[in-house]
């Protein structure tokens, strides 16, 4: 899987759009970009995956660089609840029977 | 999406005691489970990886002998804690991939206190 990395820690207020970005320069073609995200003291929850176009759902969404080697997650109207730890994982299909693996990622930290 | 849930969310045992957590797929049928420990202020890290019908794989420096892990079912993964000992004490978390919207799930885990 390749490398990724992320700021360890950032901070958003309330009602503005997070953005966090994540470097990942030795991406191959066919690796996606996965994000989930630990809120403290529950397991990591799916927040949003893309392989080269950007990608949006209710929860996020994901815009890849034309080369690849870098995206940025958005939350676009963050609030307190979307304080926790996110994870960018870049990988072969997460579907797949592979375990993923956890960097260190960045502490988001909404506030009021 | 998916659900994965996961019994007890927390329990506490006294140091010796053997200490089973199960791991379901609720809306989708898993061969494969993942059981993950998480110390605390640290990330996650795979403990090893269940077979629906076959061992359980393990990672290195993971004793396979303390950490049982029974996959008896498409929904279903167990792993029990056998003699556990205060240095046990962690939050476990075991993940489902789903290949039908091509990621993973988690459960939400379990805080293991012995005491």
């Known amino acids: 899987d390749a490398k990724t990395t992320q700021p360890t820690s950032m901070d958003c207020a309330e009602g503005r759009a997070a953005n966090l970005p994540c470097n990942h320069s030795t991406i191959s073609g066919n690796e996606y970009v996965y994000w989930y995200r630990q809120i403290h003291s529950q397991g990591p929850q799916y927040i949003i995956h893309?392989?080269?176009n950007n990608e949006t759902n209710e929860m996020a969404s994901l815009i890849i660089t034309e080369d690849r080697k870098s995206s940025t997650l958005i939350l676009p109207h963050a609030t307190l609840r979307d304080t926790a730890v996110y994870y960018c994982i870049v990988r072969v299909r997460a579907g797949s029977a592979r375990q993923l693996t956890f960097g260190s990622g960045t502490q988001l930290t909404v506030l009021p | 999406g998916a659900v994965v849930s996961q019994h007890p969310s927390r329990v506490i045992c006294k140091s010796g005691t053997s200490v089973k957590i199960e791991c379901r797929s609720l809306d989708f049928q898993a061969t494969t489970m993942f059981w993950y420990r998480q110390f605390p202020k640290q990330s996650l890290m795979l403990m090893a990886t269940?077979?629906?019908?076959?061992?359980?794989?393990?990672e290195q420096g993971v004793e396979k002998d303390k950490f049982l892990i029974n996959h008896a079912s498409l929904t279903l993964s167990t792993l029990t804690v056998t003699s556990a000992h205060p240095e046990d004490s962690s939050f476990y978390i075991c993940?489902?991939?789903?290949?039908?919207?091509?990621?993973?799930?988690f459960g939400p885990g379990t805080r293991l206190t012995v005491l």
């Open positions: 893309g392989l080269k």
């Open positions: 993940s489902a991939p789903a290949s039908v919207s091509d990621t993973q799930y």
């Open positions: 269940s077979n629906e019908g076959s061992k359980a794989t393990y």
